[in-house]
């Protein structure tokens, strides 16, 4: 028997078909982004959910969102990833309260330390490092080594996406897979001359400066040279480019501060800058205004290089330091001894500062828990970030300490030109946790990132730091939880799914 179906008898079946094939289409989520630090906003996207039902949905076992179903049985909801959530894989679990049909996605748990300092405002704190801490920071061991082609003096490493970047004075920049150390493919990349600044990394491509006098950029997979670049300057660059809204800032030995679209390398319209002094340190950005160390303490517009007024300021003698900016203030050091803090506005002094050190300042401060850390020639200082009092328990005789610190879930991390000894300070009152003895002098800013120390040593070597000199591999993901172990909140509101918003 035939049976012919055309016109509206044809789209009946067809629609039926359709229809069908979506009501036994087996439950699926998404979740977006699939990778990220602790605090991260995970929209959880659901389909092929029983309709008009509520649905649970879990990071690993804690419930943290009750989704409705709308009439296709499509949700969505919003979660955040727990404060303490570690840096490795987790699942993400979406579960019909009345049917049980359930599915999961997994995400990744990482933080990145993209630049010298962390942060454009060069703070030189992680907030989302949650692994190390003042309990177990004395287990740490070395995880890998890399032996580089010549000695690292002042780039330090950034680490984005498990890779780990760094420049050498050989004129290369080289990049580890950060777990492994294994070498990334289409590196080690090579520049004009010997590298002392630190590489930047943003939207996919490595900016560093040479000193040839010219700023790279490099695609942050391959190692291929982006077009636009490089940008030449005047005068060799030891200041590590720092990455803003689109643009990309970095000093001169010329005494001058430039400002490049970090896209295609045009010059940005009043930039560059002229200084009073060449510009050996590190530019910061913040709340639109990018600050610089030179002869003085100069605070420009960052879209247009219009002098802030107020500046520029006096910070003593000829400063050797780069800058961090926190908390309203901008903290700098001299070569006279003392650090100085100004209002990042006004550039009026903060009272109380300077502050003391009794040594030449080459390290740059950095800012967490109210507090302003810094090394001298003479140790390792911390001070109340708001009106220059010194810490109990501090300074820290780790002897010279050029190298700028890293600060991390309570600990401070810093090296020394004292035997190339790596050392983790209690932040608050300066006790001694740890300490590893390179084979050189450390003038490389540390970087502390996914329960890993990352720093680079005049003795050619990149170092990776664990607990126990493990890494937080597959083995250590959260287990995927079973479905019927899931216990609902029911103190949760219902989010109702929206049809048009699916």
């Not at 828990?369 to 009092?389: H, K, L, P, Q, R």
């Not at 070597?461 to 250590?476: H, N, P, Q, R, V």
Request: proline share 5%.
């Amino acid at each position: 028997m035939k049976i012919l179906l055309r016109g509206r008898g044809l789209l009946v079946l067809l629609f039926v078909l359709v229809w069908t094939a979506a009501a036994f289409a087996a439950p699926a989520i998404t979740v977006t982004p699939t990778v990220g630090p602790p605090t991260t906003k995970i929209t959880v996207k659901g389909t092929g959910f029983t309709a008009s039902k509520a649905v649970d949905v879990y990071f690993d076992t804690v419930s943290l969102c009750l989704a409705g179903t709308n009439s296709a049985g499509a949700f969505s909801c919003t979660i955040k990833v727990p404060d303490m959530a570690q840096p490795t894989g987790h699942w993400v679990s979406a579960v019909s309260r009345v049917t049980g049909v359930f599915a999961q996605k997994k995400f990744t748990v990482r933080s990145n330390w993209p630049m010298r300092g962390n942060t454009p405002g060069r703070s030189g704190y992680n907030r989302y490092e949650n692994a190390l801490s003042v309990y177990n920071a004395a287990g740490l061991s070395r995880l890998w080594k890399k032996v580089l082609g010549d000695k690292v003096l002042g780039s330090s490493p950034a680490v984005v996406n498990n890779v780990v970047y760094v420049g050498s004075i050989d004129g290369k920049i080289y990049a580890f897979n950060a777990t492994t150390g294994a070498a990334i493919a289409g590196f080690p990349v090579t520049t004009g001359g010997a590298i002392y600044s630190s590489p930047a990394v943003s939207s996919g491509v490595v900016y560093v400066g040479s000193n040839d006098g010219k700023l790279y950029a490099f695609n942050a997979k391959t190692g291929a040279a982006m077009g636009g670049f490089p940008k030449a300057t005047g005068g060799g660059i030891t200041s590590s480019p720092v990455v803003s809204n689109g643009k990309v800032y970095v000093g001169s030995f010329d005494k001058k501060l430039y400002a490049f679209n970090a896209t295609t390398g045009a010059a940005i319209a009043g930039f560059p800058v002229t200084t009073g002094g060449a510009i050996g340190s590190s530019p910061a950005v913040a709340n639109g205004i990018v600050y610089v160390s030179s002869d003085k303490l100069y605070a420009l517009n960052a879209s247009t290089g219009a002098t802030v007024a107020g500046f520029p300021a006096t910070a003593g003698a000829q400063t050797l330091s780069s800058l961090a900016v926190a908390n309203g203030i901008v903290y700098v050091g001299s070569w006279d001894g003392f650090l100085y803090a100004f209002n990042a506005t006004t550039g009026a002094p903060v009272l109380g500062f300077p502050a003391d050190t009794g040594g030449v300042i080459a390290s740059s401060p950095v800012v967490a828990y109210d507090i302003v850390y810094v090394g001298s020639d003479t140790g390792f200082y911390a001070f109340n970030a708001y009106n220059g009092t010194p810490r109990a328990g501090f300074p820290v005789e780790v002897g010279p300490v050029p190298s700028s610190p890293a600060v991390a879930n309570g600990v401070v991390y810093v090296g020394s030109n004292s035997y190339g000894n790596l050392y983790a300070i209690e932040a608050y009152f300066g006790g001694i946790l740890w300490s590893y003895q390179t084979g050189d002098a450390i003038n490389s800013s540390l970087s502390v990132v996914n329960g890993t120390v990352y720093v680079g040593s005049q003795d050619k070597g990149l170092y990776a730091f664990s607990l126990f000199g493990e890494t937080y591999s597959a083995s250590k993901e959260a287990a995927q939880p079973e479905p019927a172990e899931l216990v609902p909140d029911y103190t949760l509101t219902l989010q109702q799914a929206q049809e048009d918003e699916l």
